[in-house]
C-alpha cells in the first residue's frame, strides 16, 4: 500500500516537473522568435546590403519582406549565388510582396533576382545563431 502511493506520488510530483519545464520551454520559445522588417526605411530596396548589421539573428528568427512586387522579389540562394548575383536553376522567388521568411541556422542569404538589382546591393546575408 505504502508503495502504491509512493509511486503515486512520484508520478504527481513528475507530471508537475514536466509543466513546469513545459511552460519554461514555451516562454523561451516566445522569447526567442523574434521578426524583423527587412530594410533600413522597413522595404526592401536597393542598397540593403548594411541592413543586418550590428543585428543578431536567431534561427526560427522571421525576416518580412515588404516590396512592390512588380519591381522586385525575394530569392533566397547560398553563398555562390549570393557574391556573383546568379540565381540558381530552379530557385523559386518569392513575390507576394510582403514576404515572411523564417531563418535557419547558419547563414541565409536573400537577393532580388531583378535584372542588376542584387548588383545594386539589394541583397543581405543574415547569420542566424
Ligand atoms: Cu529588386
Redesign the pocket.
Known sequence: MAKGRGSASWSARAIVTLMAVSVLLLQADYVQAATYTVGDSGI???NAVGWPKGKHFRAGDVLVFN?NPR???VVKVDSGSYNNCKTPTGAKPYTSGKDRITLSKGQNFFI???PN??E?D?KIAVTAV
Open positions: 526592401w530596396t536597393f516590396y519591381m522586385h522579389n532580388c533576382n531583378f538589382h542584387c545594386s539589394m
